[in-house]
């Protein structure tokens, strides 16, 4: 390949319209066909058919084993996200919750959603190939990421919600005494009339 050629933009040579959608195998072996460039196209022909196939078994072994990853960290997230569920509805039930830690519940919950979309796009990015694979490895990385911040969120709930429950304690105590105070104060002010 000339150098000028090397330098242009690579566009595939293929019947694929923007409309059109892979659902059968013309368009499948077009996509495919014309996914690489020309200079992987090359690399690739350089190898022997021995090193071609070790290539290749590495690398779908690498995809499956993304795969496998990717699933079972998605199955983890969704029993975290059972568990918080259920911390929500624990945080609901209790006396007073405030109008603001509603409202960062509500958003939680929406991150939590669009947690799972990312990974189950991710998970659906990785099987398709090992170019998207990478995608999915960093989708799924973003979406780790994003549920550690969710767990300190709640984390941050809860200290709240603690703190908030013990004070709401001490004041009902201090109340119960002031109203055992001036009840004894009422019945002497009674004694000392009769």
């Known amino acids: 390949m000339d150098s000028a050629r090397a330098l242009?933009?690579?566009?595939?040579?293929?019947?694929?319209?923007?409309?059109?959608?892979?659902?059968?195998?013309?368009s499948a072996k077009m996509a495919l066909f014309h996914l690489g460039t020309p200079a992987e196209h090359a690399h690739y022909r350089k190898m022997s058919g021995p090193e071609l196939g070790n290539a290749l078994m590495l690398?779908?072994?690498?995809?499956?084993?993304?795969?496998?990853?990717?699933?079972k960290r998605w199955i983890e997230s969704e029993s975290n996200c059972r568990k918080f569920?259920?911390?929500?509805?624990?945080?609901?039930?209790?006396?007073n919750v405030r109008s603001k830690t509603k409202q960062e519940l509500s958003s939680l919950?929406?991150?939590?959603?669009?947690?799972?979309?990312?990974v189950s796009e991710a998970k659906e990015v990785s099987k398709s190939s090992q170019t998207s694979a990478a995608a999915a490895y960093e989708a799924r990385?973003?979406?780790?990421?994003?549920?550690?911040?969710?767990?300190?969120?709640f984390g941050d709930m809860e200290?709240?919600?603690?703190?908030?429950?013990?004070?709401?304690?001490?004041?009902?105590?201090?109340?119960?005494?002031?109203y055992d105070q001036l009840l004894a104060d009422h019945h002497?002010?009674?004694?000392?009339?009769?």
């Open 59 to 71: 690398n779908q072994a690498q995809l499956n084993s993304l795969v496998v990853e990717t699933y």
């Open 8 to 26: 242009e933009k690579y566009v595939p040579e293929w019947s694929l319209a923007n409309k059109d959608r892979i659902v059968d195998a013309l």
């Open 188 to 194: 002497r002010l009674i004694s000392g009339r009769a």
């Open 159 to 178: 200290k709240k919600l603690y703190e908030a429950g013990k004070r709401s304690k001490a004041e009902l105590k201090e109340m119960q005494t002031s």
């Open 85 to 95: 569920e259920r911390e929500i509805a624990n945080l609901k039930s209790e006396d």
């Open 109 to 118: 919950r929406s991150q939590v959603d669009r947690l799972k979309e990312q």
């Open 141 to 153: 990385d973003k979406a780790l990421q994003d549920l550690e911040a969710l767990k300190l969120k």
